[in-house]
């Protein structure tokens, strides 16, 4: 969805650096989510974030949301082959109650 | 067994036949999504219900349909595939959205 603009498309990193990825809304959000997807397969739920400057960790993985609630990223540290893969952020608009979805960012990680 | 289930996993159809894919879910959730997934694109919403008698078209609803057979059940039918409905195709369900959405494991569709 144009509402929601993911950057960078595809990322091709070396295992142990560090990457972030971008989730750009063009309104206010409600809740912005961060799910991953291993190909093919289905999304894994990561972490929601709800409130302005906001900023949460899943093991390696840290994702913040700025004060304004438009804008979301998602950093990896120090990567590993697991974490290769898709990573989407969905968005809850005024509270509807269902997600639009970016288009997604294609994570490889080279040994 | 998977909390939310999709049959088939994968399935190949002809122009014009009707297809349907099913999703049942163990959460006990009321809400119940659709979506497909193309190269590129993400997912985008093609139906979802938040109760057995409440049905809302997504963004992309039109060449589909879907029914809401119990709390568990919600299944997506094309009345006449055609091959740009070639898709991954999931089903997600959830009980409110900070959670998040459960997501079965997709049917991957192809219109020949």
């Known amino acids: 969805s144009q509402e929601l603009e993911q950057s960078p498309q595809s990322l091709i990193v070396q295992e142990g650096k560090n990457l972030t990825i971008n989730c750009t809304s063009s309104?206010?959000?409600?809740?912005l989510y961060w799910y991953k997807q291993k190909y093919g397969e289905g999304l894994i739920f990561l972490m929601m974030?709800?409130?302005?400057?906001e900023e949460k960790s899943h093991e390696k993985i840290t994702a913040k949301l700025d004060e304004k609630k438009q804008q979301s990223s998602l950093h990896i540290t120090a990567s590993q082959p697991s974490h290769a893969g898709i990573y989407l952020c969905?968005?809850?608009?005024?509270?509807?109650?269902?997600?639009?979805f970016g288009q997604g960012t294609r994570l490889t990680i080279n040994p | 067994d998977a909390d939310v289930t999709q049959t088939p996993r994968n399935r190949i159809t002809k122009t014009g036949k009707r297809i349907m894919l099913e999703c049942s879910q163990t959460?006990?959730?009321?809400?119940m999504y659709w979506y497909r997934q193309d190269p590129g694109l993400g997912l985008r919403l093609i139906y979802y219900?938040?109760?057995?008698?409440?049905?809302n078209k997504g963004e992309i609803s039109d060449g589909y349909s879907v029914s809401r057979q119990a709390q568990a059940k919600f299944s997506l039918s094309l009345e006449s595939a055609i091959p740009n409905q070639t898709a991954l195709y999931f089903c997600?369900?959830?009980?409110?959205?900070?959670?998040?959405?459960?997501f079965g494991s997709g049917t991957r569709l192809t219109v020949v």
């Open positions: 997600a369900t959830s009980e409110t959205l900070h959670h998040g959405y459960t």
């Open positions: 309104k206010t959000l409600y809740g």
């Open positions: 974030l709800q409130k302005g400057g």
């Open positions: 969905g968005a809850d608009f005024q509270g509807a109650q269902k997600l639009v």
């Open positions: 959460k006990g959730h009321d809400r």
């Open positions: 219900s938040f109760d057995v008698k409440d049905i």
